[in-house]
């Protein structure tokens, strides 16, 4: 049991509310949470909501913006999301680039997914990006190949459900799956880079319907609270493949195995070779080869030559217990954001468009919201 800085519960108490929300914009106006327990859609500050189930005792409570939290119990099959449903009149390519920004306190007890959900029409695909599960990894197929997005690695599977409820009422329809290797349960999610990649491997999707962060359970019980829900959608559709899209087969189709895209991401820095401050800052060996930062005021620095003022900063983490871990960087003694790690597997988290001075300047990762709950394991920095 490592000791902890007395001094630092004020600081602690100070940020509580910053705990479970985590950095999503939202109107500020204090107001009830709507809590449904049946089947119901609307909407909610710009966000599509949806409770569905078949059988079950089901509770979504809508916390604002794209945030929700959920529980189910003795259900057949229940899914709650939050997300966008769209009019089916375009393709991913003419909506523009999708990606969700979110953090979630996963627990569940028995077969369950969080994923990006969604359907699209002509073709009628039912679709999954499969960030962490229950006690059974989905869908039980055999895998395609493997794609590499966001520092993860996916299985991409195909499947087909015969006369099933869908969008269009009981019919025979596909099913595009990306289910990543390890739990993960908050980050980045780069939908549209699925898609691309889906694409290339003959798994064409037709014009989108809906893309939503998406809770499941199938014949389970258990409990979600998605504090971060950042959905973006716009800006043009690029054919290169920015670093994230890898492809391997595993069908012997030889013209496709070895794909690797041009990288964004040139430059990353190990922080076990930063400099470490702090009274408990110390190496570890387990989850990864990393830093561990115990209390308020422990950090690593490095300096670090920039040419350019604006760049996409990406921390792997995570947090020492199921309680959400927080690592604040800055650069150049200016905050520019927070990194958000709600559980013990590793993640990256990414803080986009970030704006700081160039030449030589020094970038910090330290804690400063420490409430004797967690400590911050991390791995390394990119940009």
């Known amino acids: 049991m490592k000791k902890k800085i007395l001094g630092i519960c004020a600081a602690a108490l100070l940020s509580l509310s ?33 409770l569905w189930k078949d059988y079950g005792t089901t509770s979504m409570t ?10 189910w119990s003795n259900i057949g099959n229940a899914l709650f999301r939050k997300g966008k449903k769209f ?7 003419q909506l523009g680039n999708i990606s969700i920004d979110y953090g979630c306190d996963y627990r569940p007890n028995g077969n369950s997914y969080l994923c990006v959900y969604g359907w699209s029409k002509n073709p009628l695909v039912e679709y999954y990006i499969v960030e962490s599960w229950g006690t059974w990894r989905p869908p039980g197929a055999s895998s395609k190949g493997t794609i590499s997005v966001d ?34 349960t908050s980050g980045t ?4 880079e699925h898609f691309k990649a889906w694409e290339r491997m003959g798994m064409r999707l ?21 504090y971060k829900n950042n959905m973006t959608i716009g800006g043009s559709v690029s054919n290169n493949n920015q670093g994230n899209q890898g492809y391997q087969g595993n069908q012997g189709n030889q013209g496709n195995q070895g794909y690797q895209g041009g990288s964004s991401s040139n430059n990353s820095k190990e922080c076990e070779s930063m400099t470490k401050g702090g009274q408990y800052t110390g190496n570890i060996n387990s989850p990864f080869s990393g830093v561990a ?12 030559y920039f040419a350019n003022g604006t760049h996409n900063f990406t921390l792997r983490g995570c947090s020492n217990n199921n309680n959400m ?19 013990s597997y590793p993640a990256e988290y990414t803080i986009n468009n970030v704006s700081h001075g160039t030449g030589n300047q020094e970038v910090k990762l330290v804690v400063t919201a420490d409430d004797g709950q967690w400590d911050a394991f991390i791995d390394y920095l990119k940009w």
């Open 62 to 71: 809508l916390n604002g913006g794209g945030a929700f939290d959920c529980s």
């Open 325 to 343: 871990a927080r690592v604040d960087l800055y650069i150049g003694n200016q905050y520019k954001g927070t990194f958000y790690y709600g559980g």
């Open 18 to 50: 910053t705990v479970f929300t985590g950095p999503v914009t939202v109107d500020t106006t204090i107001q009830a949470a709507t809590v449904l327990y049946n089947n119901s859609t609307g909407t909610q500050d710009g966000y599509n909501y949806e």
């Open 151 to 184: 520092g993860g690695t996916y299985d991409v599977y195909e499947t087909t459900r015969v006369n099933q409820p869908s969008i269009e009422g009981n019919t025979t329809f596909k099913q595009f799956w990306s289910v990543r290797t390890s739990k993960k």
């Open 293 to 304: 930062l115990y209390a308020n005021n422990d950090s690593v620095t490095f300096n670090q």
């Open 206 to 226: 037709g014009n989108i319907y809906e893309a939503a962060l998406n809770v499941e359970g199938y014949q389970s019980s258990g409990s979600a609270n998605v």
């Open 189 to 192: 999610i780069s939908v549209t």
């Open 87 to 93: 009019d089916s009149t375009k393709t991913y390519q």
